[in-house]
Structure formats: structure tokens, C-alpha cells
């Protein structure tokens, strides 16, 4: 992994001195006496909230790096009713998280933009580096599931849904499906399937580009028409873990189930409960909304939904998602293997994956604690560690990571102590 340069004498020690008035930055702008502004995005960066956002002709990267990290031991309270407190007040080393965020912002381990912490349900710090803006809703990537997988969890809250239809067949939902020229085993995958992703669908890498390409054929419920004729036979062996099948199913199912749409559905019940208004979520070819990524939201947003996780599905004392779900969902439902896993280290074991979040074990003096997180491609997390009551959000813009071993590492102990 390439390094960036490492910060200069002169900036660690106006770093340092900032640290002393609650904030470490140099951003210009200041919110009362000794607080400053998070930065935010321009007006031109403000447009670049995918990765890729051809009708501007522009990408994430075309986004300008800061000119200097931000990072706030005592975090600003903002407009969007995100509870803050303190490092001091939740009695964790300032000086050693400041240190971390400081050899992140020198790209030691990647491209962070974002790092957020909280603890006890309360924000107590946070930084943003690079391609970082408080304001600038960042591409999620596959983080995206762990979404959809709440918009379900909220659902089942509201009755449209039950914990028994976790285990009926996903064509039990879908009444447009033409069953007669399905494969053989169609019938067998259930929702739980789809939300392990064990559905057991085979399909050519070809296959998929050629099914994506033919809008017409798959629209709406004809996404899943066309993905059962189009897979090899759904059997008891192939209905193991595959990572990328599942999340379609499961957005479908909302669809039909919910009154009007999903992604009304969504934007009200989900997004909307949490004041989340600055977020795109885009639309898949099959007209329904994208299910496994291209949703963008920011880093404070990302706290508000682990938080809400955190809390057991309650926010602002009204029930949002239902608590059972969310034990079953971020839980280990299946056991995935150690031999890759996301933003991993010798502290980190044990990988599973629930309801679309995943599950590690992460190490502190010898003692194994569980945490699970939602995950994306280019170094997205809410992480959590129920244990310490913690929250890790972070937001990043390349592949290879080692967030996980970081929080073991490095801010665990930190927590732990306090």
C-alpha cells in the first residue's frame, strides 16, 4: 500500500495545540469560542455523492482533498439531533485516539475520510480527512445491504411482516412470478436465504451482465422472474454462502409488501424516523431501489443508524425496528471463515455473517469480544461492540483496510480502560 507523507513538525505541533481548546484542525471556520466548524462541502462537491456520477461527468475522486484533517475530541452539536457528548466525559484517552486519528491523516493505514466514535449512545469524537465533508453524503458501497436489511427489520416492526415469514419461500410474496417456467428448486429459497445469502442461485458472470442489460425483461418482479429461469437448479448443495445473491430478493419483498413502495417505504419509515434527508439512494435497472450498494448517506447519518442498532431498534423512545430481527440480524447465522476477512488483523476471528451485517471477534488481553458491522467496499463500517457500548463509523476510498484490527488495536483498550 502506497504511504502518504507523514505531517510536518510544524503541523503536529499546531495539532497539539489545538487539542488543548477541544478540537484539532485547521479548518478556518469556528462555532462558538473554542469549538470549529466540521468541513463541509462546496456547492460543486456537494454534486459528488457516488462513485461514479456520469450524468456530470464527474467521480468521488474528483472531489479536492482537504487542505488539513479535522479532528474534534469535543464533537460540535449540529441541526440534526445527533447526541453529543465528549472524550473526557466518556473518560477515553484523548491524547492516544488524537495520536490514531493523526497517522490516519498522514494515510498511514488507506484513504480514511471519516472517523467517528461513539460511546454510550452519545458521539464523543470525531475527524474527517481527505475526501471528508460533514455535509457530503459518501458512497456506501456494500454497506448498502445492511440498509436494506433495516427497511425489513422496519417492516416486521410495523406488521407488515412476521418472524415466522422469515423461513416461507420468497415466491410466497412475489404474485407476478410466473412459477411454471422457474428452475427446479425455485420454491426452496426463503427469505432467511436471501438474507444469508444462501439462495443457491448459479448464474454466469455473463449470464448476469446479459439479464442486466435486458431492461424490459426485468422489471419489477420480472428481476426475479428472469433470475430463477436463468439459474442452474436450486438445490440442498448449492445453498451455500455466495456473496451478492440475496439483497434483490429481499427489496422485492418489501415492495410487495409494504403500501405504496419501497422506496417511499424507506425515505418515510427508515430514513425519515431519523431525520436522514441528505442521502441518494439510487434506483436499479428493475425500477425498484438499488438493494446491495450506489446508496450514499454521511458519516453522521451512519452514526444515527448504528446507533439505532445500538439501542435495540428504539429511537427517540419510539420502536423503529423490531428487536427480535435485530438480534437474529447481527448475530452469526452462518460461519464465513477467517481467511479473508474485510479490514482484518491477528486480533480479529471468527467471521459470520447475519442479516446482510457481519460478525468478527475482536481480541483485548486475551478476551474475545463480538462485534459486528455494516461493511463496504473502499473502507465504509459501522461497527459495533456491544460489549463497551461502541460505536466505529468510518468512511474511506480504498479497498484494502485493517479498520477492524485498528478498533482491537487501538481503541478498544482505550474504551475498555475508561
Known amino acids: 500500500m502506497k504511504k502518504e507523507k507523514t505531517m510536518t513538525a510544524k503541523t503536529r505541533g499546531m495539532f497539539a495545540l489545538m487539542c488543548v481548546l477541544g478540537v484539532s484542525s485547521l479548518a478556518p471556520s469556528f462555532a462558538g469560542d473554542k469549538q470549529l466548524m466540521p468541513p463541509m462541502a462546496t456547492k460543486e462537491e456537494a454534486q459528488i455523492v457516488h462513485w461514479r456520477m456520469p450524468e456530470i461527468e464527474k467521480r468521488f475522486m474528483d472531489i479536492p482533498e482537504l487542505p488539513s ?59 474527517y480527512f481527505k475526501r471528508g465533508r460533514v455535509d457530503l453524503s459518501h458512497p456506501q458501497s ?19 411482516l412476521s418472524m415466522d415469514d422469515l423461513d416461507k419461500p420468497v415466491l410466497s410474496f412475489l404474485g407476478k412470478v410466473d412459477r411454471s417456467k422457474l428452475v427446479d428448486g425455485a420454491e426452496k429459497i426463503t427469505l432467511r436465504h436471501a438474507l444469508t445469502m444462501t439462495t443457491g442461485i448459479v448464474i454466469s458472470e455473463d449470464g448476469w451482465e446479459a439479464m442486466e442489460q435486458d431492461t424490459a425483461r426485468i422489471q419489477g418482479q420480472g428481476h426475479i ?32 409488501v409494504v403500501p405504496g413502495s419501497a422506496k417511499t417505504f ?51 423512545n419510539q420502536q423503529l425496528i423490531s428487536p427480535e430481527y435485530l438480534d437474529q440480524a447481527t448475530q452469526r447465522q452462518i460461519i464465513t471463515g477467517d481467511d479473508d476477512i474485510y479490514g482484518g488483523g491477528e486480533l480479529v476471528s471468527h467471521q459470520g455473517y447475519g442479516f446482510f451485517w ?61
Open 69 to 127: 484533517p479535522y479532528i474534534a475530541v469535543s464533537p460540535v452539536v449540529l441541526d440534526d439531533n445527533l447526541p453529543i457528548s465528549t472524550l473526557a466525559k466518556a473518560g477515553i484517552n484523548t491524547k492516544e485516539i488524537v495520536t490514531l486519528a493523526e497517522e490516519i491523516a498522514t494515510g498511514k493505514y488507506g484513504k480514511y475520510d471519516s472517523m467517528l466514535i461513539a460511546q454510550n449512545g452519545k458521539l464523543v469524537f470525531e475527524s
Open 142 to 160: 456494500s454497506a448498502t445491504k445492511s440498509y436494506t436489511s433495516l427497511a425489513l427489520g422496519r417492516a416486521i416492526q410495523m406488521g407488515y
Open 225 to 256: 422472474q428472469a433470475i430463477l429461469e436463468d439459474s442452474a437448479p436450486i438445490t440442498d448443495e448449492s445453498q451455500t454462502f455466495k456473496y451478492g445473491t440475496g439483497p434483490q430478493f429481499v427489496m422485492q419483498v418489501i415492495e410487495a
Open 266 to 316: 424507506i425515505d418515510k419509515e427508515l430514513f425519515g424516523k431519523l431525520g436522514i434527508t441528505n442521502y441518494h439512494w439510487r434506483t436499479a435497472p428493475s425500477g425498484l431501489p438499488e438493494s446491495g450498494w450506489k446508496v450514499s448517506v454521511t458519516a453522521r447519518d451512519m452514526l444515527k443508524l448504528g446507533l439505532l442498532v445500538s439501542n435495540n431498534g428504539k429511537w427517540n
Open 358 to 418: 457481519w460478525g468478527t471477534d475482536i481480541e483485548h488481553n486475551g478476551k474475545k469480544h463480538y462485534a459486528f458491522s455494516a461493511q463496504g467496499g473502499g473502507g465504509m463500517y459501522i461497527l459495533l461492540v456491544p460489549d463497551f457500548d461502541l460505536v466505529v463509523v468510518v468512511t474511506a476510498h480504498e479497498r484494502d483496510d485493517i479498520t477492524q484490527q485498528l478498533v482491537a488495536e487501538r481503541i478498544l483498550p482505550l474504551v475498555a480502560r475508561g
